[in-house]
């Protein structure tokens, strides 16, 4: 079954008397788009993180958010080096007199400064494996909500194929005769233009006999149709955005061949109808995975 690229989960995840909180939105994308903001404390799991996105939401544009409270954020508080805080914050505290500025940010840039911070504030491994557990657990609320949408987006496709191909049932109610029509209009044209005996009729035959074969139309059909069971076979497939984009293009191709055969004002009209359908159908696979 088709999935969407729009999805939601969430998911909370208890330690002790502390929980992780970790929130996971998606978009459509053409690639994977990931912005992740997560505490200090897990950096270490940026990477493991990130990975674990990929493979289980695969493309879009994704925004997770992980989140410790403070019974856990602050459990194990990283450790600084005094002097060296002190060295940086006088010297900031010299440039900021040299130019009568404001010591109001001079505490937190010494804090930043280099070789100050002796430890980050690392989170315990009870703390990381609840992490990926409770991360497991949000990516599979995303794709059931991707899944939801998909079988929405699915519905839709299903009922635009459906009026193509009722298009199409009514271009082959139409195209019966029609060439053996054109070529008698144009035999008829021609006698009453040059009668009878003014033209050499086996040249003209020759000529119609090349003209109508522009105008048969029956391989197209026989594609257009093919296409469309393709199509909604494709739909099956749990990440078939792509393919199904491909199928259309070929779907919109045979509708562009049968329009110009057509010759034909009534044939002319469904092929406008099924083209209008088709758009339906490309703007839906933009959020499909």
Known sequence: MLRSMTGFGQAIGVVGEGSIHVEVKSLNSKFLDLNLKLPAALSEKDMEIRNLI??????????????????????????????????????????????????????????????????????SPEILEKLMDTLTAALAHCNKFREDEGRVL???????????????????????????????????????????????????EQELIFYVEKLDIHEERVRLRAHLSYFRESMKSASGGKKLGFISQEIGREINTIGSKANDAAMQREVVGMKEELEKIKEQLNNVL
Do not use: C, M, W
């Not at 496709?157 to 053996?180: F, K």
């Not at 021609?190 to 003209?204: A, Q, S």
């Open 54 to 123: 990929q493979d289980r939401l695969e493309r879009g544009k994704i925004s997770a958010t992980i989140t410790l409270d403070r019974h856990l954020a602050g459990a194990q508080p990283a450790r600084y080096h005094e002097e060296r805080f002190i060295a940086h914050y006088l010297e900031l505290k010299k440039l900021a007199d040299r130019v009568v500025a404001p010591y109001d940010t001079l505490f937190e840039l010494a804090l930043r400064s280099p070789e100050v911070s002796l430890e980050e504030g690392k989170a």
């Open 154 to 204: 699915a519905g839709k496709l299903g009922g635009y194929i459906d009026q193509i191909e009722q298009g199409l049932n009514r271009i082959e109610s139409l195209d019966t005769g029609r060439v053996d029509k054109i070529r008698k209009r144009l035999r008829d044209q021609v006698t009453d233009f040059f009668g009878e005996e003014g033209f050499d009729k086996n040249r003209l």
